[in-house]
């Protein structure tokens, strides 16, 4: 069966500081691959999505960056953050092609200070 | 004005009570999926509706997608607290460029006393 890791669950950081998180997937191949923020614990904004190794697609303009290195595995990065940029980011994959379920990641909780 | 609204944004029962709550497109989906978040956690899948009219029950819920396929409804019968938290609904749409993008409403929180 597939299953969804993310990492760290919890990163307490400075402003200024660099982040990257960590998102890989087991059990599959060729997954499609987001990025969203859930400020609040409300609703999801996108950030990111990838459809293959070294394809992002960005969906709004802000401080991060996402990479995917491998097939099944995903990361958002910046090289400084702002304080905005605290939030609960969630990982998620779904199997090719359009309309398949997405299934998502345990979050990592990000606190900039 | 929001492509996916969710509503109520809060809601309060006590155990035992039936609850609905609705989501509204502004466009025609191509899905609708229901998903719940306990606090600090991932999202867990529930449902996925995706034809006109169409009806799935898993437990003591029940979500339900309309005929023009722009409004969905998830029902939860006889609630326990076992289903607090949040509840969101998230759209996919049709198109060359969807991805497989969705787009999510705010969320509802369900708080459910025993």
């Known amino acids: 069966s597939q299953t969804i890791h993310q990492w760290p669950a919890t990163l307490v950081q400075p402003v200024g500081s660099p982040l990257s998180l960590e998102c890989t997937v087991e059990?599959?191949?060729?997954?499609?691959l987001y990025w969203y923020r859930q400020a609040a614990g409300r609703g999801l904004q996108l950030l990111f999505y990838?459809?293959?190794?070294?394809?992002i697609s960005s969906e709004v303009p802000q401080n991060l960056s996402a990479s995917r290195p491998q097939d099944r595995q995903f990361i958002l990065s910046s090289k400084k953050l702002l304080l905005s940029d605290s939030g609960f980011y969630l990982c998620?994959?779904?199997?090719?092609?359009?309309?398949?379920?997405?299934?998502f990641g345990p979050g990592t909780r990000l606190l900039v200070l | 004005s929001q492509e996916l609204e969710q509503s109520p944004q809060s809601l309060i029962v006590q155990e035992g009570k039936n609850l609905t709550i609705n989501c509204t497109s502004s466009?025609?989906?191509?899905?609708l999926y229901w998903y719940k978040q306990k606090y600090g956690e991932g999202l867990i899948f529930l449902m996925m509706?995706?034809?006109?009219?169409e009806e799935k029950s898993h437990e003591k819920i029940t979500a339900k997608l309309d005929e023009k396929k722009q409004q969905s409804s998830l029902h939860i019968t006889a609630s326990q607290p076992s289903h607090a938290g949040i509840y969101l609904c998230?759209?996919?749409?049709?198109?060359?460029?969807?991805?497989?993008?969705?787009?999510f409403g705010q969320g509802t929180i369900l708080t459910v006393h025993p």
């Open positions: 059990g599959t191949s060729n997954p499609n």
């Open positions: 998230g759209a996919g749409y049709a198109g060359g460029t969807s991805y497989g993008k969705l787009t």
């Open positions: 509706l995706q034809k006109g009219g």
């Open positions: 998620a994959w779904t199997s090719s092609p359009v309309g398949e379920t997405q299934y």
């Open positions: 990838s459809v293959g190794i070294g394809q």
């Open positions: 466009k025609t989906l191509y899905g």
